[in-house]
Nanobody, 121 residues
């Protein structure tokens, strides 16, 4: 009922930059928050950064000062990643939470398919 389409991953050398995008569509009444998570091999999925509908952000300490989340509109977010490090290598997942259309306004929590980011040393 909600689709998240991600793009922008790839291979980059340490110190380089990448920009990820995520667009949400479907039976969306509201988006309360969108965010980016990542999962490296053998590790748990972790929050990178989230942004609420009001514009509040929550960054992981490991990316503060290097990564920036922004919104083009209510349904699209970008993640600008600068000064990338090999330890940033992971699959990056977009997440969206909010309410579906309809009289019941059912809450949703959806994930994108993931996009690979690989940083070489």
């Amino acid at each position: 009922q909600v689709q998240l389409v991600e793009s922008g991953g790839g291979l980059v050398q340490a110190g380089g930059s990448l920009r990820l995008s995520c667009a949400a569509s479907g039976s969306i009444f509201s988006i309360d928050a969108m965010g980016w998570y990542r999962q490296a091999p053998g590790k748990q999925r972790e929050l990178v950064v989230a942004i609420t509908s009001g514009g509040s952000t929550n960054y992981a300490d490991s990316v503060k000062g290097r990564f920036t989340i922004s919104r083009e509109n209510a349904n699209t977010v970008y993640l600008q990643m600068n000064s990338l490090k090999p330890e940033d290598t992971a699959v990056y997942y977009c997440n969206a939470r909010g309410l579906l259309k309809g009289w019941a306004k059912v809450p949703y929590d959806y994930w994108g398919q993931g996009t690979q980011v690989t940083v070489s040393s």
